[in-house]
């Protein structure tokens, strides 16, 4: 089944993740019932009817029903993640509260609570309370103790016009083409996500190739960013409806040549290379002199890789900080070579051996 590049499966989601290989998906996003509890039609001025949350599946008896239920697709999700996989969850004040207790009982660890902030909300009608305009997604790793998952974090910074990027993202809703008609032309789901929000989860936290998880798929978002980005996918949805619409919807996506799918690699990434080996690869031989950036002090070369600059000595880093007079250095960008066109970092040697790693 996790072999399919496009799977989605008609049923519960609690009983279908209980048949998925366990350990099996890479990366997990859940857009689960808000249980948003309406008590009555909501309103326009005009009196018109806005087009709200008032599904079946949006129903629970009560809280601790809705609470047991989040819990049980927690438990079911957490079975099929690989020990390196990451969970995204979306919601409102309805329920993300509700359900960042429930990650944390189950020994999910949150990594960052990240704000979607809707460029074009909808407005509060009724005049009594601020306008809704943001919803709050978690992303969580599947144990305290993970070390490892995947976060593109250099991709992100490029794609951010390398700034940083921050836990607040400004994206409008899913409206105009983007948004799903059923037969009479009528918006098919009401809580359909746009796909540059799937895009940027999907890029941020997954490799390509990698196994993506969607346990309310509804109209299919989360399968159409994933099959652009050149993810494969399983997605489980009990509407027949929503998943015929759905179908349609990602036949018609092109999915990415895979030649463009490379993102920009975090140096975290890359092999380490000891100063050592510059020296091994004889790229600098025991006696050069290195010189500092403005190239007024310099120190040489010894045989074990170490630095000497008069009565001072040790690593790259350790020197160049104390030549420097700071408490830390990076020695690989302090220290310089001198070549026919002025002054280079040794980061560049560094990047040959690396080049020929590779």
């Not at 599946?57 to 957490?78: G, H, I």
């Not at 074009?120 to 919803?135: D, I, Y």
């Not at 929503?242 to 919807?249: D, G, K, S, W």
């Amino acid at each position: 089944m996790t072999d399919q590049a496009e799977t989605i499966i008609n049923g519960d989601c609690i009983d279908v993740l209980a048949k998925l290989p366990e350990k099996s998906v890479d990366l997990v996003f859940a857009d689960p019932p808000y249980n948003l509890q309406l008590g009555g039609d909501l309103l326009r001025p005009d009196n018109s009817k806005v087009d709200a949350v008032d599904d079946d599946w949006d129903r629970f008896a009560s809280f601790e029903t809705y609470d047991k239920f989040t819990r049980e697709w927690l438990t079911a999700v957490r079975r099929v993640m690989k020990d390196d996989a990451t969970l995204w969850v979306i919601g409102s004040y309805h329920n993300i509260f509700r359900v960042g207790v429930a990650l944390q009982d189950q020994g999910f660890w949150l990594l960052n609570d990240v704000v979607w902030r809707k460029s074009n909300p909808m407005p509060n009608f009724k005049g009594t309370r601020f306008t809704n305009a943001h919803e709050t997604m978690i992303w969580a790793a599947k144990s305290r103790g993970q070390r490892r998952y995947t976060f593109n974090y250099d991709a992100m910074k490029t794609a951010n016009d390398d700034l940083q990027m921050r836990s607040d993202w400004t994206l409008p809703l899913c409206t105009g083409e983007e948004r799903v008609k059923d037969a009479n032309g009528d918006k098919a789901h009401p809580t359909q996500k746009p796909e540059a929000l799937l895009h940027r989860v999907i890029l941020a936290s997954s490799k390509p190739g990698d196994l993506v998880l969607d346990p309310f798929f509804g109209m299919g978002t989360t399968g159409a960013a994933a099959k652009r980005l050149g993810r494969r996918f399983i997605g489980i949805e009990r509407d027949e409806g929503y998943i015929e619409l759905a179908r349609q919807r990602i036949a018609e996506v092109i999915p990415t040549d895979p030649a463009h799918l490379s993102v920009m690699g975090s140096k975290r990434s890359e092999p380490r290379i000891p100063f050592g080996m510059v020296l091994e690869a004889g790229l600098l031989r025991p006696g050069d002199e290195l010189w500092c950036p403005k190239g007024k002090r310099r120190a040489s070369v010894r045989s074990d890789g170490s630095l000497v600059a008069g009565d001072l000595s040790g690593s790259i880093h350790k020197l160049g900080a104390l030549v420097d007079q700071q408490p830390a250095c990076n020695g690989w960008t302090f220290w310089h070579v001198k070549t026919d066109r002025g002054l280079a970092p040794i980061d560049n040697l560094r990047a040959k051996i690396r080049a020929g790693m590779t």
